[in-house]
T-cell receptor
Framework: DTEVTQTPKHLVMGMTNKKSLKCEQH?????MYWYKQKAKKPPELMFV?????LSINESVPSRFSPECPNSSLLNLHLHALQPEDSALYLC?????WGPGSYEQYFGPGTRLTVT | GENVEQHPSTLSVQEGDSAVIKCTYS??????FPWYKQELGKGPQLIID?????GEKKDQRIAVTLNKTAKHFSLHITETQPEDSAVYFC??????????FGTGTSLTVIP
């Protein structure tokens, strides 16, 4: 089973709202990722968690706050977003992060619209 | 850093024909090359991958070839079907697990 699940599927929020995106995997993977994808563009890496610790932050604005409560769960907390933050937010996981070549499996994404 | 170029950006083929998508990369240290298929409204799905110690890999109608000397790799889909219509992304990864994606190819298979 290579399933990564994400909730919600769609989210509409105002610029003053606080919301959270959730991601879950039960493949025993120890690396989890958040990507942002704009229409007709490839995914852009935002954050990497390795063994529940933040390993990579690709200079993402602080209005995006990731959290990894345990090895199966990954959250992305959203606050004071801008309309340009509207995008498909993808979660992915891989066996580990680091030297080597490991398959990354993506979830279906959360379609976020900021009004 | 790594730079991955992907061509063509759009591709239309008749059902039953073959489709070829090509990617080039710049970092000779890259050693892992996955291909993803993304259907409308869905997340990217890993369809095939190749590592730098292999020149070709095949899975039913899908094959990937790698030329390390020329730094390019290609996706080949034979006997295309309408359900192959999607956006395809190539990627390259080197010493870490960070993926550098190509810009995507929108494939349309015409019945």
């Amino acid at each position: 089973d290579t399933e990564v699940t994400q909730t919600p599927k769609h989210l509409v929020m105002g610029m003053t709202n606080k919301k959270s995106l959730k991601c879950e995997q039960h493949m025993g993977h120890r690396a989890m990722y958040w990507y942002k994808q704009k229409a007709k563009k490839p995914p852009e890496l935002m954050f990497v968690y390795s063994y529940e610790k933040l390993s990579i932050n690709e200079s993402v604005p602080s209005r995006f706050s990731p959290e990894c409560p345990n090895s199966s769960l990954l959250n992305l907390h959203l606050h004071a977003l801008q309309p340009e933050d509207s995008a498909l937010y993808l979660c992915a996981s891989s066996q580990v992060w680091g030297p080597g070549s490991y398959e990354q499996y993506f979830g279906p994404g959360t379609r976020l619209t900021v009004t | 850093g790594e730079n991955v170029e992907q061509h063509p950006s759009t591709l239309s083929v008749q059902e039953g024909d073959s489709a070829v998508i090509k990617c080039t990369y710049s970092d000779s240290a890259s050693n892992y090359f996955p291909w993803y298929k993304q259907e409308l409204g869905k997340g990217p799905q890993l369809i095939i991958d190749i590592r730098s110690n292999v020149g070709e890999k095949k899975d039913q109608r899908i094959a990937v070839t790698l030329n390390k000397t020329a730094k390019h790799f290609s996706l080949h889909i034979t006997e295309t079907q309408p359900e192959d219509s999607a956006v395809y992304f190539c990627a390259a990864s080197s010493t870490g697990n960070q993926f550098y994606f190509g810009t995507g190819t929108s494939l349309t298979v015409i019945p």
